[in-house]
């Protein structure tokens, strides 16, 4: 029903910034929330950031609050999250992944309904 595909990582140096684009490959993501999760050996996998399916509403976790920016183009069928003053922890697998309850912001992996394959952040001098 939705297939999802995650671009733009690579290797930054501290301080840097990165753009992350969620795109639908199949399926369009105007009646999604969206939300971004990351994960790093030996941990847990995370929330990030979600939108809601208008974008009218955010959510950020904690450690990238202030840093990050969630945002959405549906004529696009893309969300992005904007990634500034990168740090060394930052360094994850990113995934996007969609809530077919679109207009609420949940970052609980389990909550989400279809994922991306992800795509690696790496901060790093």
């Known amino acids: 029903q939705l297939h999802l595909v995650e671009s733009g990582g690579g290797l930054v140096q501290p301080g840097g910034s990165l753009r992350l684009s969620c795109a639908a490959s199949e399926g369009t993501l105007d009646s999604y929330a969206i939300g971004w999760f990351r994960q790093s050996p030996g941990k847990e996998r995370e929330g990030v950031s979600s939108?809601?399916?208008?974008?009218?509403?955010?959510m950020y976790s904690d450690s990238v609050r202030g840093r990050f920016t969630i945002s959405r183009d549906n004529a696009k069928n893309t969300v992005y999250l904007q990634m500034n003053s990168l740090k060394p922890e930052d360094t994850a697998v990113y995934y996007c992944?969609?809530?077919?309850?679109?207009?609420?912001?949940?970052?609980?992996?389990?909550?989400?309904?279809?994922w991306g394959k992800g795509t690696l952040v790496t901060v790093s001098s």
């Open positions: 939108i809601t399916h208008f974008g009218n509403t955010f």
């Open positions: 992944a969609a809530d077919s309850r679109g207009y609420r912001t949940v970052l609980a992996p389990g909550s989400m309904d279809f």
